[in-house]
């Protein structure tokens, strides 16, 4: 009896390992739909005011993408950044790409403006995107892609981030591992786990992450200078992209950010708390602007020209609809004096 348990177990366990195998993503270089949520639809819950019923729809294709009107293969801009691209708590018509895309067309440009906004991604997420996620998808080749970047680079911490979908594996355990190969490998164990939480565990709607945060400023004393070698890391991170832009037969655009984190009064500046978040922004802004110079890459520069107010960040950080069409607004005069449209 122990024999035929002992062989039966044996038996059920190759089976389904191979089934967790041919169903999975890492063996057959397909699309990682858990991390990049393809073919997904949420009802989000929020209280930011903009929305009378108080939530808000948010669908990704079997790309992984929002708001994909034509092919594959006829797509004009695509833009890449983290949640302040994504904008995962907006209408899709509500955010700044298709704001952007639908100015386009109110100006006789029959463009699409494809949003591939990731949360959380830094440059380190967007490299991910062109080693892992582009080159899986056939006849994918974007006239444009707007780079919307700064806020969320991380030079004074670890590369290794979540957020970016990479993990630092030294310190887990065995289960923790075995866990995160499944979820990446998005096979029958994950499918099945998703299924069973979203019949039976998760409501219908989703209570948001983000909050809205009070424009509470103190004098900020302390400054971090980015140094050398820090400057370095993302000038490396910003040519990677450029290349593989090209590689796609793209032309590669920047946009750097700029948030409400942290205001000038009388000369001097004022954050959150005493951490001086509009000197560390205005560093990196400026290192993306001085590399787009350097190497004649098309540049917008939104943190110097586009002044945001209250009314346009929920939470200092992310837009509101009216943020977002102040953005698209800025981004089309911009785009329609720096380049060809068709």
């Avoid at 075995?178 to 998703?194: A, C, D, F, H, V």
């Avoid at 990677?240 to 009064?265: C, E, H």
Wanted: glycine content about 4%; charged content about 25%.
């Amino acid at each position: 009896m122990k024999k035929i348990i002992f062989y039966n177990i044996l038996v059920f366990s190759f089976l389904y390992s191979f089934i967790e195998i041919l169903s999975g993503t890492l063996i057959f270089n397909k699309i990682d739909c858990h991390y990049l949520l393809c073919d997904k639809s949420f009802t989000y819950k929020n209280n930011f005011g903009f929305y009378k019923n108080g939530s808000n729809q948010y669908n990704r294709n079997e790309f992984g993408f929002r708001g994909m009107r034509k092919k594959i293969s006829e797509i004009d801009f695509l833009t890449v950044g983290g949640s302040t691209t994504d904008e995962r708590y907006l209408n899709l018509k509500d955010t700044w790409s298709e704001k952007l895309e639908s100015i386009f067309i109110k100006n006789n440009y029959d463009l699409d403006v494809v949003n591939a906004g990731i949360d959380g991604q830094s440059t380190i997420g967007h490299i991910w995107n062109f080693e892992n996620w582009f080159p899986k998808i056939k006849d994918f080749s974007p006239k444009y892609i707007i780079f919307y970047l700064g806020i969320n680079e991380r030079l004074f911490e670890s590369e290794i981030s979540r957020y970016d979908n990479n993990f630092d594996n030294s310190n887990m355990n065995l289960i923790d591992k075995i866990i995160i190969i499944l979820k990446k490998n998005n096979g029958i164990t994950y499918k099945l786990y998703n299924l069973i939480n979203e019949k039976y565990f998760v409501e219908d709607k989703i209570n948001v992450g983000h909050k809205i945060r009070n424009s509470n400023y103190i004098l900020a004393k302390n400054k971090k200078i980015i140094n050398r070698k820090q400057k370095e890391k993302l000038y490396k991170n910003l040519e990677l992209l450029v290349s593989y832009t090209r590689d796609l037969g793209s032309v590669p655009i920047f946009v750097n950010q700029k948030t409400l984190r942290g205001i000038t009064i009388d000369g001097e500046n004022y954050a959150q708390d005493e951490f001086d978040i509009l000197f560390h922004e205005k560093q990196i802004a400026d290192i993306i602007k001085n590399f787009s110079l350097e190497n004649d890459i098309i540049f917008i520069n939104l943190f110097d020209e586009l002044q945001f107010d209250n009314k346009d960040l929920y939470d200092l950080v992310h837009s509101t609809p009216k943020g977002s069409e102040k953005i698209a607004n800025f981004l089309f005069k911009k785009l329609k004096s720096k380049i060809i449209l068709n």
